[in-house]
């Protein structure tokens, strides 16, 4: 009995193909990881640094640059999930007119 509901649920669904060429969301992604490990670096660098030079100012440049890959990383990272999500957004939308078969036509004045 449950193989022929699982095989109905397989035909009902449909399939959502994303392309994602062109968009970028996978260059923010590895960009925001390459801000990251650069700030994660330059903070270890200035530690490096600072204590065999015992520069104080050296400790706050690390502190800041590992909160500048931090706060890049996020903020890039958040820019790609939304246009993810607008990406997925965009082709449920053609999809579905696709079905109904309406066109839109967008009138500049």
């Not at 193989?3 to 392309?19: G, R």
């Not at 990383?73 to 579905?96: C, D, G, P």
């Amino acid at each position: 009995m449950w193989d022929k509901f699982i095989n109905l649920k397989q035909y009902c669904m449909k399939e959502l193909i994303i392309d994602y060429s062109g968009t970028g969301i996978k260059s923010l992604r590895i960009i925001s990881t390459v801000v990251l490990i650069a700030g994660l670096v330059a903070a270890f660098i200035f530690v490096a640094v600072g204590s065999s030079e015992e520069e104080p100012t050296l400790y706050i440049y690390s502190v800041v640059s590992a909160i500048f890959g931090v706060i890049h990383f996020a903020a890039l990272r958040a820019l790609a999930t939304i246009a993810e999500n607008s990406l997925y957004q965009k082709t449920r939308l053609e999809m579905e007119l696709q079905e109904k078969e309406v066109s839109i036509v967008i009138k500049k004045d």
